[in-house]
């Protein structure tokens, strides 16, 4: 996938493609235009970088499959950080709408992290202060750069009352709002509706569920002895997951770099369908 995206990226008609389109909108020398313009770069550098963790994390279920030590439930929460990676890389390239919705939604992701650490960094108060205080500084720096890079950019944040973030505007441009947080899961119900659910079940907290984990096979009440069986189906569909999500990214990328997809898409095909009938051997 990386190498295909890459590629994809050194063939780009640097004159006619969407993203050399949505550029050309976004020239200007004033503070407001550059703003949006650094937004919607950052938006590309998010993209490609959660398309580096789908590879990543396509790449581990493979580690999951050993036949020495097979994973039971692991594979499904690495295919759904694949699935979530996918969501992402497609909610920000999008090539659907005016360009001022990419600019939006590029802002919306970063700015969302930047709030998200800025909580996660309060969870260390109870630990060490030195770590803390550190930790906390560097966010409160990250999240100010870019809430000021939002704000010259022409964006208004609208917050409910409790002070929480709830939309992203651009008043007097077309499309122009955007919500602050992105619910991944609906997305992905939306990007692949022939598997719904699909992500909610990769969850890692459904796997502390007794519906997910209890198993009559698995532990044996007179003896004590627990004993998981290795389901070869389960590690496909998580492989197919995983690989269905790695389509998304390449048409994605392909969308905005006009580029056409299609020998990446049968490849994938191709393995999806090899990983269903090597399950369907192991199952007899």
């Known amino acids: ?165 709830l939309t992203l505007e651009l008043p007097g441009t077309l499309g122009g709002t955007a919500d602050a947080s992105l619910n991944v899961t609906k997305l992905l119900n939306e990007l692949l509706p022939q598997k719904p659910g699909a992500y909610r079940v990769g969850s890692a907290a459904v796997h502390g569920q007794p519906w997910v984990l209890d198993d009559d096979d698995a532990f044996d009440p007179s003896t004590g002895a627990l004993d998981w069986p290795f389901d070869p189906a389960a590690l496909a569909s998580s492989l197919d997951l995983a690989i269905s999500g790695s389509v998304l990214a390449i048409k994605s990328f392909a969308a905005m770099l006009g580029q056409d997809p299609k020998r990446e898409v049968i490849e994938a095909q191709r393995r999806e369908q090899a990983a269903s009938r090597l399950a369907m051997t192991l199952l007899g």
């Open 1 to 165: 996938m990386d190498a295909a995206i890459n590629r994809y990226n050194g063939q780009a008609a640097r004159t006619s493609c969407r993203l050399a389109a949505d550029l050309a909108e976004l020239a200007g020398a004033g503070q407001t235009a550059l703003a949006r313009r650094h937004l919607y770069i950052r938006g590309w550098r998010f993209a490609y970088v959660m398309a580096a963790s789908l590879g990543d994390h396509l790449v581990a279920i493979a580690d999951h499959a050993r036949p020495e030590s097979p994973r039971v439930f692991a594979h499904m929460t690495v295919a759904r950080a694949a699935l979530e990676a996918a969501g992402k890389v497609n909610y920000v390239l999008s090539p659907s709408g005016p360009v001022v919705d990419r600019v939006l939604r590029s802002a919306s992701m970063w700015l969302s992290s930047a709030e998200e650490e800025r909580r996660a960094v309060a969870d260390l108060s109870a630990g060490s202060a030195l770590v803390h205080s550190s930790a906390e500084a560097a966010a409160r720096q990250r999240h100010q750069d870019i809430v000021e890079l939002v704000e010259r950019a022409g964006v208004i944040l609208r917050r409910g009352r409790s002070g929480r973030l």
